[in-house]
């Protein structure tokens, strides 16, 4: 795959555990589909590690940034072949590449994510707001605690504004404080959040994630070939 090196523009602080890191791409030609990925190392480092694309193609086009979602270690250090990414710096960037891309479609959509999985359903989304809308978008996003929904403020201004219903589960957190709904995924939280067995949905996340919610959406009566899925 070909290979471009490209500067930090910025990185932003997105939960306590990811770092959306802004790419800038100037006048770099650079085509992709939304939901898939890249894979990004420092410059001139052998190490390149995959990464999916957070930004819609219609975001790139207009601002010239890609945006990726970045783990960030437990001593608050971004994964470790990215700890010197900050603005200016130079990485390597080589794709895109995948098959986990939104379809052409007008059907009703259902996402479902689990951590940093929300990062090419986010690309998804984001690229369908910008299309003609007249089917219900829904989304189920999973995490271990409230304060690990990235992208959160942006989800819930399109849930809002009435563009997208959300449904958000915690697995691990005991705060009393968080008032919505607790652990894992399970078959009346996707009977609940899924728009009709019609729909087409689009899973990443953890591989049990992933199986389960694929069962579970199987179990419910949504056809196999309207069940996309990517596990990390």
Request: contains cysteine.
């Amino acid at each position: 795959m070909h290979v471009i090196s490209v500067p930090v523009r910025h990185v932003d602080k997105s939960t306590p555990r990811t770092r959306i890191i802004n790419l800038d791409l100037g006048s770099t030609p650079f085509a992709f589909a939304a939901g898939q990925a890249v894979n990004l190392g420092l410059h001139g480092s052998s190490l390149r590690k995959p990464y999916s694309i957070a930004s819609a193609p219609w975001e790139l086009a207009r601002t010239a940034t890609l945006q990726v979602l970045a783990q960030v270690e437990d001593s608050s250090s971004l994964d470790p072949h990215l700890e010197l990414a900050q603005p200016g710096t130079l990485l390597d960037l080589e794709g895109p590449f995948g098959t986990f891309a939104l379809p052409e479609s007008d059907l009703p959509l259902l996402f479902v994510a689990g951590g940093t999985g929300i990062a090419p359903l986010r690309s998804m989304l984001i690229e369908r707001m910008a299309r003609p809308m007249h089917r219900p978008v829904a989304l189920i996003y999973s995490a271990r605690s409230p304060e690990e929904f990235a992208f959160r403020s942006e989800l819930d201004a399109l849930a809002t504004a009435g563009r997208l219903t959300t449904h958000f589960t915690v697995t691990r957190d005991d705060a009393a404080l968080w008032p919505g709904r607790r652990g894992r995924i399970d078959e009346a939280l996707v009977q609940q959040a899924l728009p009709s067995l019609g729909s087409l949905c689009l899973v990443c996340g953890p591989p049990t994630l992933v199986s389960d919610s694929r069962a579970l959406l199987a179990r419910l009566g949504v056809p196999a070939e309207r069940i996309l899925s990517e596990g990390y």
